[in-house]
């Protein structure tokens, strides 16, 4: 069996790796269009920030490992078309130009997303730059390190804004952000949000929402300032963490069925529309178990657990995904932040019957040293207490008791059997009722 993946860093190297473990005989393609494989995409922000100054840590798996592993290579070359008809890949090289195609009995789409540049007058200007790949990530550390770049401005106010935010702060520059919407990171509710963009002030980052971008001005060849519909700001280099699409442009008339922003849609067994053509990652939509639809998680977790199905399930295999919950976290400054399962517009928009419940608890006793807060907050079914979603926020433990609550969601627990459940204590760690069982208690 000869399989091609289009794609090759956190889904279709999952799935390469997964079909090989699975089949030494498959013969297994990737043509992937940037210049690195199977990277954590994830790190990029520390390393622009200079918290780890060798982007080969962030290589999961390199290059040469794969060819040992018999996982043929293409750096470089880029996918153009798909015709399922004749199973064939119309690919290019962007090197030599060359174009060619090859043939596949089973195809998996791994293309992620790319990040949105809106059409701003005055984009094309030097020092306008998304973060999405590792390329983007080593122009911006050696952008960012010239002398002559002091304000940084970052557009959007979403995860990736966010963790650029702190790495150019890291690197002693003057950090605006701004963002249209009235706050920033919206994956949060209000209430938890809303320590993120305290906790951003505090830390020396001018931060603007309820502001839109609507040009870009520059200097010759450089840009020198953003304007926005409220003023003009000075900008040597401007993040643009706008938003992600999907990159599935080239698959255009495939038939392959695809949601509204173009992410391709999948059944539990990643199988796309089309016979023997699977797809994972940032271009597909998944199942959202506690929602109950279909639902764009551009996240690593996702990506990863859903690259692997597809590589089952093509080596022959029969697995299904068992849903996301949107469990995501982000460390902003001296707070973090994470989150699972609904928000409250989710389930206004749901039409859930649903309440909340806002607490602050330490993370461990006052009788031992350096206790802090944790401020926890969830989300659960009217009468039956079902728990539907948790957002955490603190200095430290905040964000890893969110799995706590991801588990808890998955296995559709209550409050009332999560505040009742034996959880660990000892004096360093947590109190003997632990923040997450004060916060489920305290549900009515
Ligand atoms: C700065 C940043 C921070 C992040 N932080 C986190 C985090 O903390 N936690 C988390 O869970 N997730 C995080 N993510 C998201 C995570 O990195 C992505 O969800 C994950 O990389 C998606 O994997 P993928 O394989 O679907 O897509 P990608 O990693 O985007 O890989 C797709 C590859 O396909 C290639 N490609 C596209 N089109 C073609 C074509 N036509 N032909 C050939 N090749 C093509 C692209 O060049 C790309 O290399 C972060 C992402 C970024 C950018």
């Known amino acids: 069996m000869k399989v091609v993946i289009i794609g090759g860093v956190a889904a279709g190297m999952s799935a390469a790796s997964k079909i090989r473990r699975l089949s030494a005989e498959t013969q297994i393609t990737v043509y992937e269009k940037g210049g690195f494989l199977s990277y954590g995409a994830c790190g990029l922000p520390y390393y622009v920030g200079g918290y780890n100054d060798d982007?080969?840590?962030?290589?999961?798996?390199?290059?040469?490992?794969?060819?040992?592993?018999?996982i043929q290579t293409y750096l470089r070359h880029e996918a153009t078309s798909v015709n399922?008809?004749?199973?064939?890949?119309?690919?290019?090289?962007?090197?030599?130009?060359?174009e060619f195609t090859d043939t596949y009995d089973k195809l998996m789409i791994a293309v992620g997303a790319?990040?949105?540049?809106?059409p701003f007058p005055g984009k094309d200007l030097l020092g306008i730059h998304p973060l999405k790949s590792l390329e983007d990530g080593i122009f911006l550390k050696e952008f960012g390190k010239m002398e002559k770049v002091k304000n940084v401005v970052i557009v959007g106010g979403g995860y990736i804004g966010v963790e650029c935010a702190e790495a150019f702060l890291h690197m002693g520059k003057n950090v605006r952000m701004i963002e249209t919407a009235s706050r920033i990171l919206a994956p949060f509710d209000e209430d938890i949000g809303v320590l993120a963009q305290e906790e951003l002030k505090l830390q020396g980052v001018m931060l603007h929402t309820g502001e839109r971008v609507e040009a870009f001005q520059g200097d010759g060849l450089y840009v020198s300032h953003v304007k926005t519909d409220k003023a003009l700001y000075?900008?040597?280099?401007?993040?643009v963490a706008a938003g992600i699409r999907p990159s599935t442009g080239f698959l255009k008339g495939t038939g392959i069925k695809m949601g509204k922003n173009g992410a391709l849609m999948v059944d539990r067994e990643m199988r796309t529309s089309i016979p023997d053509i699977y797809a994972a990652g940032d271009c597909i939509l998944v199942y959202n178990e506690i929602m109950e639809e279909d639902s764009y998680q551009a996240l690593g977790t996702v990506a990863n657990k859903c690259g692997r199905i597809a590589g089952t399930?093509?080596?022959?295999?029969?697995?299904a995904f068992i849903g996301a919950l949107g469990s995501a976290a982000i460390k902003v400054c001296n707070l973090e932040l994470g989150r699972t399962g609904m928000g409250e517009e989710d389930a206004r928009r749901l039409k859930v019957d649903y309440k909340t419940v806002l607490v602050k608890a330490n993370d461990h006793p006052a009788y031992y040293p350096d206790p802090t807060p944790i401020t926890i907050k969830l989300i659960y079914e009217n009468g039956t207490k079902r728990l539907l979603g948790a957002q955490t926020c603190g200095e430290k433990g905040a964000v890893l008791r969110v799995d706590v609550f991801a588990v808890a969601i998955h296995a559709k627990m209550t409050t009332a059997e999560l505040g009742m459940t034996d959880l660990i204590y000892a004096p360093p760690?947590?109190?003997?009722?632990?923040?997450?069982q004060i916060a489920c208690n305290a549900a009515k």
Not at 234 to 239: F, S, T
Not at 313 to 319: K, L, Q, R, S
């Open 429 to 436: 760690f947590a109190g003997v009722w632990d923040a997450i």
């Open 114 to 118: 790319d990040a949105v540049m809106p």
């Open 313 to 319: 399930n093509i080596a022959g295999g029969h697995e």
């Open 84 to 98: 399922p008809e004749k199973k064939q890949v119309a690919v290019k090289d962007l090197e030599s130009g060359r």
């Open 55 to 70: 982007y080969r840590k962030m290589i999961a798996r390199t290059r040469e490992a794969f060819e040992a592993m018999g």
């Open 234 to 239: 000075e900008a040597d280099l401007v993040v």
